[in-house]
Structures are given as structure tokens and as C-alpha cells.
DNA sequence: TCTTGACTTGTCAAATATGACAAGTATGAA
DNA sequence: TTCATACTTGTCATATTTGACAAGTCAAGA
């Protein structure tokens, strides 16, 4: 898989959670204790942007779900 | 949980994985076809640096278990 | 049309991740 | 002790993430 793949997959994945809890990005970044950005925020949901596990913690701290939940890409068969 | 916490896991997880698996990190650099570096992989087994989500996903391939397994770190209770 | 809210995108500066290489540490075997 | 293997750590240059801000897009209403 490649890197934009994995990328737009996390991005995917941030968004659709985000929109089933009814979140904006700015409700988001409300929630985040830590510093972030929205710009960062739809830089990631877009798969512009390569984020650090930080950032992705970070975000999956204000989505209320597991990081690992966010990272849930599927294992690819060949590498 | 503090930045430091969340890579020092993640970190972990990949040693514990990786060492389950009875692979070094020679081996693990053999198995991707993606550049990576040996220090690399130290230094993020040692959580002494915040990786990327494509360079984690390198190595979750490297290791042939889902990315998500290495990032999974305990939802934290409190904010 | 105009406005508003939500999101995207460009640019910038600062911080830092990464790959590369060298050197150091630790362990175990001969 | 010597050697080999595995890993850690320091440094460097390069690339890129990140936060910040401004400007642009887009859709839904009034």
C-alpha cells in the first residue's frame, strides 16, 4: 500500500468518526488540551499530511475513541 | 497521557512485537522495501522520537501485523 | 444576493523526523 | 581477552510536520 493510500485511509477514518460524534474540526480543537490546529486537522483528514502518532493520539483523545482506532488500516496481503 | 508516555508505548509495542517475532532490526530494515534505518527504529523503540504514521505503517509490515497493533495504546481515562 | 458556518488551501517560521554515518555500549561465545 | 552481533546514541543535512494566519471555496438559509 502506498504512503498516500495509508494516509488518505487514516484521514478517511478521522472524519468518519468525527462526523458520526457530530464534531466540527473546531469543536476538535476545543477539546484537545494540547495544542492543534484545524488547519492541521484537515490537512490529515484530507491525507496531506503525514501526521506524527502525537498529533494522531492527540486527535483520537478529542474524537474519544482509541488510537488505534483511527490508525485501523487494513493489513495488506503483499507488501 | 504525556507525549513522552504515548511514544515510549508505542515503542514497546514494535520491541515487544518484533522480539516475539525473533527478528533484529537488521532484519526488520531486510523485510521493508520502503527505505528505513536501523536508528530510526531505535530511536522509535526507545520513544525518543514522535514517528510518523507512514513510517509506523513501514514497520507494521515489516512486522506482518496490522498497524493499529502497534499503536495500540490504553484509552486514557482522563483528558 | 448576502451572510454565516465549516472546511480547504497557500504561505511562513520553527521544530523535528528521517536517513546516513560514525562511534559507543552490552552481551555472549570462543 | 578478543571477537562478533545487536543495539544505542550523537551529529549532520534534508525534508516535512506543525501551528499560525490569511484567503478562498462551498453549501444552506434568510
Redesign the interface.
Known amino acids: 500500500?502506498k504512503?498516500s493510500e495509508?494516509?488518505k485511509i487514516?484521514g478517511q477514518n478521522i472524519k468518519r468518526i468525527r462526523l458520526e460524534k457530530g464534531f466540527t474540526q473546531v469543536d476538535l480543537v476545543g477539546?484537545?488540551?494540547?495544542r492543534i490546529d484545524t488547519t492541521n486537522i484537515s490537512r490529515i483528514e484530507k491525507g496531506r499530511t503525514?501526521?506524527?502518532?502525537?498529533t494522531?493520539?492527540k486527535i483520537?483523545?478529542a474524537l474519544?475513541?482509541?488510537?488505534?482506532?483511527i490508525?485501523?488500516?487494513?493489513?495488506?496481503k503483499k507488501?
Chains 1, 2 share one sequence.
Do not use: F, G
Request: aromatic share 4%.
Open positions: 500500500m504512503k495509508v494516509l487514516v477539546k484537545i488540551e494540547a503525514n501526521a506524527t502518532i502525537h494522531l493520539y483520537s483523545q474519544e475513541v482509541p488510537l488505534s482506532e490508525c485501523s488500516v487494513n493489513i495488506s507488501v
